[in-house]
């Protein structure tokens, strides 16, 4: 038992104060999760799926993090450790609570405590909101690295924006997306502190002064500015069972009181309660654009907000405990932008440095540079972010500065190096001049940046021969590769404990920490017990998920079809129309020939529609008219079933990926970066249909030919047939082809939406194709033939499916944490 009395504690001659130590064990959580209900929350009613159950037992839980979370940060007080500090504008959490119940260790003895009031832990997990904060692959990854840090001990902070209204709601009406506002804070986010005293002002607008200084030195001076209050909102990161807790930091913006009161002052009242709106509106929204900007200068506004609030808390922090001295500076932090996103802190940690601490020009981009590392996520044009300098200079005037200093001195290190190579000046310039003159953001990040990296062997390699190439050239050390990973604890420990357990069972439970353990799975690949107890718990998902996709949809899955899964983004690049065709060719032969060879097959697809893309929005609507008219149909009654799950985020994905039997990432070669989900599916024992793209070359490298299906063009081959490539003629030369068009053409399969129907037609058929949907089609039918076989022979298949989870070590995030940390970051885990 622990003391009842405070514990109290010195920190650089503060005084600390301690609760006494709280207990694990279910009476202990059962009396205080009682207490919380019945006092703080004031509640009698006592159901599982009562919101106010949920709120108790988060307090109960999150008291216990909190006692460690405060060991930990005064463990990293205590002393000048290196830190890391992970800038993004997207972390997609999910829910926590699973997860901090595992990390605690305390799943059982909760399960217990609330048996006894009758209430199903299993139930109260629904009452969590997901936190939406983010779009999609990057988001998620950012949230499984926070994971993989905290389980390796690593002094890691992520800095991210606290969104009111994070990833849209999708509603699907008469088969069209519609997008709700998520106002996912409404009733609360108990897992979240406060922490006013942190507050940071962030500056907007305003103009230049120069001034003199006491020591008779010009100086410029950002003045006349508008002001607004960033409030952080700290959420605990639990490692798993190591009582270690880091911290993810949410900024808030809040109307700055000196604002309010100037304007009450000029008795401007609805002026005053208008500006407060308007500061308020920069942690409005989350732009709900996946691998494409939106240009809108509320994002850059949001970006900057980030960008400033985080680096004076880090700067701020840094001079707490070592005074206005910055030689050490650089030795101790480490800032990884993930993506471009946050690019403009280059330039504002020069203007901090600089104008508010005082540091000459030299010494400040010698800790700048030292101190920034940059993730790139994708090679898409459409994503590369570039900002007007007219927009720039009016929003930040002082920055835009430090972006001309900077570029004027890079262009004179690539002139001193090309002397007279006027063309790569220009080409390397960070302003692009043709057109209205704008900032490109991946090329600042770069050359502030002494690590740039890819997020998979082949997308870091595109990178350096194409986008990157002149940068690579000059700074070949600088770049490299930090493939993509996922949290097992989440992905397989959390959403998948039927087979978890089964594991556990066979190869101990070292895996959770250490995920290379499961290949030792790969002995038990054909022992005829194992495999029927593998395909009982694949089963037992199986019948989740198909109870979970009748209550969205009213469609029934029979669990013995093959789960044929695609989740993701929808984006042309990753060519759910593929799929599509797929779905139709198989549709086709059913009616023709039977095809009694087949057997019987669930297709899902999810995923979101960027609200401005049209013709992903266009694949959405004829994905729900295609499967309208096949499930309705009762000649493939029992064949074929093809199913859109609405509103794709990460709890959904927790039951979708256990159950899926086949996972697909189609993508064109060279268009996928890397991929995360694939890497979901794998560990949970999919087998992978895919293309030569981002990380399915590692996954078929590290599971081996035989137990992925590859098929689709290289990237090679797609550069190589660009010129001369000719749908019509691919589609005229292959029977089952030109009978999917026909259906589509001419039996208006899937053409209930007229123009709908013309878009979709015109893309397969446009000889500009950048996806080259028909190029692939032939490879991806007779691949999907293939699978179609090797599910028929369930000893085949079991044995396959055991191998990709076996074979899955290397796509954990403690793999990826660690290369970053060896290669870029250097920390030294904070011992226990
Ligand atoms: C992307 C790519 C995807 C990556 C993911 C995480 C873009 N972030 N931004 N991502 O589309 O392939 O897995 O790196």
């Known amino acids: 038992m622990g003391t009842s009395e405070p514990t109290e504690s010195r920190s650089g001659g503060i005084r600390l104060i301690e609760a006494p130590a709280l207990e694990l064990d279910a009476d202990a959580l059962l009396a205080d999760f009682t207490r919380y209900f019945g006092r703080t929350l ?452 959390a959403c998948n404990p039927g087979l978890a357990e089964l594991i556990t069972s066979k190869v101990g439970n070292s895996w959770i920490t250490d995920l290379d353990a499961l290949s030792a799975l790969s002995t038990h690949a054909d022992d005829p017990e194992f495999q029927l107890a593998w395909r009982s718990r694949k089963l037992a998902n199986k019948r989740r998920l198909a109870r979970y996709v009748e209550a969205e949809t009213n469609i029934a899955l029979d669990p013995d079809m093959l789960f044929d899964v695609q989740v993701k983004r929808i984006h042309e690049y990753k060519r759910q129309l593929l799929n599509v065709l797929h779905a139709i060719h198989l549709y086709d032969e059913i009616k023709r020939t039977g095809a009694s060879d087949c057997p019987p097959r669930a297709i899902l697809i999810g995923g979101k529609a960027a609200p401005g893309y049209v013709m992903a929005k266009n694949v959405i609507k004829f994905i729900n008219d295609v499967a309208s008219v096949i499930n309705s149909d009762p000649a493939v009654a029992d064949r074929l079933r093809i199913v859109f799950v609405p509103n794709y985020n990460v709890s959904v994905m927790e039951t979708i990926c256990p159950a899926a039997d086949l996972s697909e990432q189609i993508s064109t070669a060279g268009k996928e970066a890397s991929g995360t989900g694939n890497m979901k599916f794998m560990m949970n024992g999919a087998v992978t249909i895919g293309t030569l793209d981002g990380a399915n070359i590692e996954i078929r490298e590290a599971v081996g030919a035989d137990n992925f299906f590859l098929f689709g063009l290289t990237v090679e081959d797609i550069e190589q047939l660009r010129s001369c490539y000719d749908p019509n003629a691919i589609i005229a030369a292959d029977a089952a082809f030109t009978r999917v068009m026909h259906r589509i053409e001419v039996e208006h399969l899937g053409g209930e939406d007229a123009n709908v129907k013309a878009a979709i037609v015109a893309a397969i058929r446009n000889s500009h194709d950048p996806w080259m949907i028909a190029a692939d089609f032939r490879s991806f039918v007779d691949a999907q033939h293939r699978v179609g076989q090797a599910f028929l022979d369930l000893d085949t298949w079991t044995r396959m499916s055991i191998l990709n989870t076996a074979a899955s070590g290397r796509f954990s995030t403690d793999r990826t944490m660690r290369e970053y940390n060896d290669d870029i970051w250097h920390l030294t885990p904070i011992a226990s």
């Open 42 to 493: 004031g509640r009698q009613e006592i159901f599982s799926e009562s919101p106010y159950v949920y709120f108790a037992l988060v307090y109960t839980i999150r008291d216990r993090l909190i006692a460690r979370w405060n060991r930990t940060t005064r463990a990293l007080d205590s002393s000048n450790h290196r830190r890391v500090y992970y800038l993004s504008l997207e972390f997609l959490m999910g829910r926590l609570l699973t997860n901090a119940l595992l990390s605690l260790g305390v799943y059982e003895a909760c399960e217990q405590a609330l048996q006894r009031l009758g209430v199903s832990l299993s139930v109260v997990f629904e009452s969590e909101h997901d936190a939406g904060l983010g779009n999609g692959g990057l988001g998620r990854l950012a949230a499984c690295f926070l994971d993989s840090c905290a389980t390796l001990r690593l002094p890691v902070v992520g800095y991210g924006i606290r969104y009111q209204y994070g990833m849209f709601r999708q509603r699907i009406e008469h088969g069209y997306q519609m997008e709700e506002p998520e106002p996912w804070l409404r009733e609360g986010f108990p897992w979240e502190i406060e922490r006013l005293e942190h507050a940071q002002i962030v500056s907007f607008g305003g103009r230049k002064e120069i001034i003199v200084d006491a020591d008779g030195a010009e100086r410029v001076q950002w003045v006349d500015t508008h002001d607004i209050l960033a409030v952080p909102y700290d959420v605990p990161v639990p490692g798993y069972r190591n009582d270690f807790v880091n911290t993810l930091r949410l900024w808030s913006a809040k109307a700055t009181s000196a604002f309010d009161l100037e304007e009450f002052n000029a008795g401007d009242y609805t002026q005053a309660v208008a500006a407060k709106n308007d500061a308020e509106n920069i942690t409005m929204v989350l732009y709900p654009n996946d691998a494409s900007e939106s240009g809108k200068s509320l994002r850059l506004r949001q970006q900057y907000f980030l960008v400033s609030a985080s680096l004076k808390d880090t700067l701020a922090d840094w001079t707490r405990r070592n005074g206005p001295h910055f030689s050490k500076f650089a030795e101790q932090n480490c800032y990884q932008l993930n993506d471009t996103h946050p690019a403009i802190a280059v330039p504002e940690l020069m203007r901090l440095l600089v104008d508010e601490h005082g540091l000459d020009w030299d010494e400040a981009w010698r800790i700048t540079r030292e101190v920034m590392a940059y993730t790139n996520h994708t090679l898409l044009p459409e994503a590369l972010e570039t900002w007007p300098v007219a927009m720039l200079s009016s929003m930040l005037p002082r920055v835009m500065d430090m972006i001309y200093e900077i570029n004027a001195r890079f262009l004179d290190e690539v002139a001193e190096r090309w002397p007279g190579d006027v063309e790569r000046l220009s080409r390397m310039s960070l302003i692009e001049e043709d057109g209205e003159p704008r900032v490109r953001m991946a090329y600042l990040a770069i050359v502030g940046s002494r690590s740039i990296n890819g997020v998979a062997e082949l997308h870091s390699k595109l990178l350096q021969r194409g986008l990157f190439r002149d940068f690579a050239e000059i700074w070949p050390t600088r770049f490299n590769n930090k493939t993509n990973g996922v949290t097992q604890r989440r992905w397989l420990a």
